[in-house]
């Protein structure tokens, strides 16, 4: 088991930066690939940025390529979501995710995932 605890949401104005947090305990954090998703009012969940657990391999989706960046500290057993340049349509809930990986690949799918925090707040004002 893995349980994950995400931070760092809240209320920020348009082309602002949040840094969201996600702490892993249990399992060993380092065989796992990490996602973050995100899920607006009213509509379905969706692929936001995955890394693998070694070498650093990441993917984003198009819509925040480019101004988010995922990361990870292994040894603090915790991988991190950098949202520069907000704009009002990244306004979600934002979940982390992890995925056993022995490869340096991800997922890309929700269903691909395992594990999943609370989720987080983000509200983007114009």
């Known amino acids: 088991q893995v349980q994950l605890v995400e931070s760092g949401g809240g209320l920020v104005q348009a082309g602002g930066s949040l840094r969201l947090s996600c702490a892993a305990s249990?399992?060993?954090?380092?065989?796992?690939?990490m996602g973050w998703f995100r899920q607006a009012a009213g509509k379905e969940r969706e692929f936001v940025a995955a890394?693998?657990?070694?070498?650093?391999?990441?993917h984003y989706a198009g819509s925040v390529k480019g101004r988010f960046t995922i990361s990870r500290d292994n040894a603090k057993n915790t991988v991190y979501l950098q949202m520069n340049n907000l704009k009002p349509e990244d306004t979600a809930v934002y979940y982390c995710?992890?995925?056993?990986?022995?490869?340096?690949?991800?997922?890309?799918?929700?269903?691909?995932?395992?594990?999943w925090g609370q989720g987080t707040q983000v509200t983007v004002s114009s």
């Open positions: 890394i693998s657990w070694i070498g650093g391999s990441t």
């Open positions: 995710a992890a995925t056993k990986r022995y490869s340096g690949s991800y997922g890309l799918e929700d269903y691909e995932y395992a594990y």
């Open positions: 249990g399992r060993t954090f380092s065989s796992y690939a």
